[in-house]
């Protein structure tokens, strides 16, 4: 929960209150509190303005939730190798498409 841990980082150090972040997203401190536990994914629009609200890097936040969305889709398999031979092959179908 990459994503998640940054934003809790972030908002303890600029001495932010959950619904406060809550309240900027429009929704409520319940649905943020899963977003900074991991156990629900923020929309990348909801990334987008955190990072402006938390004077972050945009790209490097993108970055962090989108990673979550990878780890996301491979924590159950138990064979790492696999893994990590998918994310070889997404790596190089990523690189064709651009």
Not at 30 to 55: N, W
Not at 56 to 81: G, N, P, S, Y
Request: net charge negative.
């Amino acid at each position: 929960m990459l994503f998640g841990d940054k934003i809790k980082e972030l908002r303890e150090e600029q001495g932010l209150l959950q619904r406060q972040l809550a309240a900027f997203l429009e929704i409520d401190t319940p649905m943020f509190s899963k977003i900074e536990r991991g156990d629900r994914r923020a929309k990348r629009e909801q990334v987008t303005k955190l990072a402006e609200y938390l004077h972050q890097d945009e790209k490097e936040m993108l970055t962090l939730w989108l990673a979550d969305k990878f780890i996301d889709a491979v924590e159950d398999e138990q064979d790492r190798d696999l893994c990590n031979d998918a994310i070889i092959i997404a790596q190089e179908k990523i690189k064709v498409s651009k």
